[in-house]
């Protein structure tokens, strides 16, 4: 039997087999949930191109704190780097989807189904709480390359947190946020370790020729983003 699933429309965490007062994530109240259905009817998934290999998935329109996810085509086949918040159908197939951490799981369970499509987080992420209803097909604990997808995991805003890199492209997600011409590290952690953990970020990507960051909210150049990373990011607010 299909279970219950709601969406919340401030931050766009998916519910699964549950109907709580509030949102596990966000705290928001009951009356601003939504069914996964109805859901995926309001809001669908537009894909935009970042390169000839990534794309872009965001929910159109904007599903609370909306985040991008990324679709990879690698030569062995499809793979994304977190997932969106609204169940698309019309998406084309993919097989593997990776997390960057636990906060953007999105509806994978919903494509996990739809697509047969294998799930992915780190095993410190995996053991959070809002994580228990969500199917994983596998865990890990260390860096590692898949198809081509070299993965770093560095600990700080989350214990599981985890970059990307793919030829010429950085996925950060949102362990930096941009500010005016600067930038600050994503507050929601402990400031030591995620401080920490940008200096880890720093020694893997010395000496990388890249050319796109693709952040969970802004597609930016690398140089232009390394600049604003190496004048030191703050911690703390927005």
Same mark, same amino acid.
């Given at each position: 039997?299909?279970?219950?699933?709601?969406?919340c429309?401030?931050c766009?965490?998916?519910?699964?087999g549950?109907?709580?007062?509030?949102?596990?994530?966000?705290?928001?109240?009951?009356?601003?949930?939504?069914?996964?259905?109805?859901?995926?009817?309001?809001?669908?998934?537009?894909?935009?191109?970042?390169?000839?290999?990534?794309?872009?998935?965001?929910s159109?329109?904007?599903?609370?704190?909306?985040?991008?996810?990324?679709?990879?085509?690698?030569?062995?086949?499809?793979?994304?780097?977190?997932?969106p918040?609204?169940?698309?159908?019309?998406?084309?197939?993919?097989?593997?989807?990776?997390?960057?951490?636990?906060? !953007?799981?999105?509806?994978?369970?919903?494509?996990?189904?739809? !697509?047969?499509?294998?799930i992915?987080?780190?095993?410190a992420?995996?053991?959070?709480?809002?994580?228990?209803?969500?199917?994983?097909?596998?865990?890990?604990?260390?860096d590692?390359?898949?198809?081509?997808?070299?993965?770093?995991?560095?600990?700080?805003?989350?214990p599981?947190?985890t970059?990307?890199?793919?030829?010429?492209t950085?996925?950060?997600?949102?362990?930096? !946020?941009?500010?005016?011409?600067?930038?600050?590290?994503?507050?929601?952690?402990?400031?030591?370790?995620?401080?920490?953990?940008?200096?880890?970020?720093?020694?893997?990507?010395?000496?990388?020729?890249?050319?796109?960051?693709?952040g969970?909210?802004?597609?930016i150049?690398?140089?232009?983003?390394?600049?604003?990373f190496?004048?030191?990011?703050?911690?703390?607010?927005?």
């Amino acid at each position: 039997m299909k279970k219950e699933q709601f969406v919340c429309l401030v931050c766009g965490f998916n519910m699964i087999g549950f109907h709580p007062d509030n949102c596990p994530f966000c705290g928001a109240p009951k009356a601003r949930f939504i069914t996964a259905e109805e859901c995926s009817t309001r809001y669908k998934v537009a894909a935009t191109p970042v390169s000839d290999k990534v794309t872009r998935l965001n929910s159109r329109p904007a599903l609370g704190l909306e985040h991008a996810a990324y679709r990879i085509e690698t030569s062995a086949g499809p793979c994304w780097i977190d997932c969106p918040s609204s169940f698309d159908a019309s998406l084309p197939d993919v097989d593997t989807i990776l997390f960057t951490h636990h906060h !953007f799981l999105g509806a994978s369970n919903l494509y996990r189904e739809h !697509f047969g499509a294998r799930i992915n987080i780190h095993q410190a992420d995996s053991r959070h709480d809002i994580c228990r209803p969500f199917p994983f097909d596998g865990t890990f604990e260390e860096d590692f390359t898949h198809r081509g997808l070299e993965a770093f995991h560095i600990d700080g805003h989350t214990p599981g947190f985890t970059f990307y890199i793919f030829e010429e492209t950085l996925f950060i997600c949102d362990y930096v !946020f941009l500010v005016d011409d600067g930038m600050r590290f994503n507050p929601f952690g402990p400031a030591d370790r995620t401080i920490a953990g940008g200096r880890r970020i720093r020694e893997h990507l010395d000496g990388r020729q890249l050319t796109t960051v693709c952040g969970y909210n802004y597609v930016i150049d690398y140089r232009d983003w390394l600049r604003k990373f190496e004048a030191g990011p703050t911690f703390g607010g927005f």
